[in-house]
């Protein structure tokens, strides 16, 4: 079997590194004529019996082209280093997709594969599985039946249109699940697996506890002459404690968010004037967010706050060992969201909407839609900031989905 997986940009690799290395395991198995096992009840019989290695090919669409946020994942995640990058870059939406419709095509003609596996809802997911339906390819869709509602969203759009053509749809959550089947997808091609971001998760949180949280810090500073409260953590420690120093971290790059002023902003007043006086505030900060302060002049008071530390974007490990330790989350990215919920970091999330319901706390999660409505964002923040950590593990958040997700390909029946 030869299967082509794609990944566009930073959330993807998060979440094709545990696919690969499921099918290392699965050819390493076969190359060692052993028979695979499993205790797992959700996996099949069919798949197990099939003694096939899999011919893997991983294109990089390089929608995210940048070293600090590609390579560096990829050294990062153990993942193998793409066969195939199509060189897109950055441009217009329709720019992306054309473009990588137009390469991967060419791809696909020449190595015709049985599967493409694509993930998420980049860009790159949706062009990818038009171009293989339109190659008469079989496409599985990983995080299938996510839903915001928001049509603004261009997320969405790629969403949509990826669970329209896509064969096998992988779903991380039983709500997406209903999703799916409300909009009259066949059951037979909905496959619940779990959320394969937590495969990935699992498998480097002990690496990143290892860390400091202080040298994060002094290694990422955007502002290296400005004086930060490194009493965060004691200097002998490594991992969190109920005896430091809390912190706030905060992540914020939505086009909602951060592209108007009269939005921005009372946010950044927010920050300086209230979080940033309670805790010291850790925000690692996206090229976009970072433009829009100096496009506002906003900048140089963010920097005048003493307590505010502004961190250049940081790799896996040392965002997941911040949220480890955290006493609370500002966010507007979906994965962050997910995180927290394992983790059981209180979360604000900066969006009046979310794909993600199973993290909110009326799902049993840990998070809560705020928007960017200052009265709104205040008063949860007041309300979650007192609240006891508590971790919340919903079903086939487990580590395992990875596997999972290789024997519903495996088994599929066409």
Same mark, same amino acid.
């Given at each position: ?12 690799? !998060?979440?094709? $590194?545990?696919?690969?290395? $499921?099918? #290392? ?24 019996? /099939? ?17 600090? !946020?590609?390579?560096?994942?990829? #050294?990062? &995640? ?44 980049? %860009? ?38 990826? @669970? ?12 997406? %699940?209903?999703? &799916?089947?409300?909009?009259? *997808? ?65 992540? !914020?790059?939505?086009?909602? %968010? ?14 300086? %004037? ?17 433009? =829009? ?38 966010? @507007? ?8 919920? *394992? ?17 909110? =706390? ?13 009265? /709104? ?24 989905? $990875? ?12």
């Amino acid at each position: 079997m030869k299967i082509i997986s794609v990944v566009g940009a930073r959330p993807n690799f !998060m979440k094709i $590194a545990p696919f690969c290395h $499921a099918i #290392e395991k699965h050819n390493s198995t076969i190359a060692n004529n052993q028979q695979p096992t499993t205790n797992n009840q959700y996996l099949s019989s069919e798949a197990l019996a /099939k003694e096939e290695l899999i011919e893997h090919i991983l294109v990089h669409t390089g929608q995210h082209y940048d070293d600090k !946020m590609s390579k560096a994942f990829f #050294e990062a &995640l153990n993942i193998p280093e793409a066969d195939i990058n199509l060189g897109i870059g950055s441009g217009s939406h329709a720019e992306q997709v054309g473009k990588t419709m137009i390469e991967f095509e060419k791809v696909l003609k020449k190595y015709k594969p049985d599967w493409v596996v694509v993930v998420g809802d980049v %860009n790159a997911t949706c062009a990818c599985s038009i171009t293989a339906k339109k190659e008469h390819i079989k496409c599985a869709h990983i995080e299938a039946g996510l839903r915001s509602r928001d049509m603004n969203m261009p997320e969405e759009i790629n969403r949509l249109v990826t @669970d329209r053509l896509s064969d096998l749809l992988l779903t991380p959550d039983r709500l997406s %699940n209903k999703n &799916l089947l409300a909009e009259g *997808v066949s059951k037979e091609k909905i496959k619940f697996v779990g959320n394969i971001m937590i495969d990935t998760l699992e498998a480097q949180r002990e690496k990143a506890e290892k860390l400091s949280i202080n040298d994060i810090i002094l290694n990422n500073l955007i502002d290296v002459t400005k004086p930060v409260p490194l009493h965060i953590l004691p200097p002998s420690a490594t991992h969190f404690t109920p005896s430091a120093l809390p912190f706030a971290l905060m992540t !914020m790059h939505r086009p909602s %968010n951060v592209d108007r002023r009269d939005v921005f902003e009372p946010i950044i007043n927010f920050l300086i %004037n209230e979080v940033a006086k309670d805790y010291p505030l850790i925000w690692t900060i996206h090229p976009r967010a970072f433009k =829009q302060l100096e496009l506002f002049g906003l900048l140089d008071r963010v920097r005048q706050c003493q307590n505010l530390i502004l961190l250049h974007p940081l790799g896996y490990h040392e965002l997941l060992r911040l949220n480890l330790g955290a006493r609370i989350v500002l966010t @507007d990215s979906g994965g962050l969201q997910e995180e927290c919920c *394992v983790l059981g970091t209180p979360c604000l999330t900066l969006r009046w909407n979310t794909e993600r319901p199973i993290t909110l =706390q009326e799902h049993g999660g840990v998070t809560v839609l705020v928007g960017n409505n200052i009265s /709104k964002i205040r008063e949860e923040y007041r309300k979650n900031i007192i609240k006891e950590r508590y971790p919340v593990r919903p079903e086939l958040w487990d580590g395992k989905t $990875a596997e999972r997700i290789l024997d519903k390909i495996l088994a599929f029946d066409s």
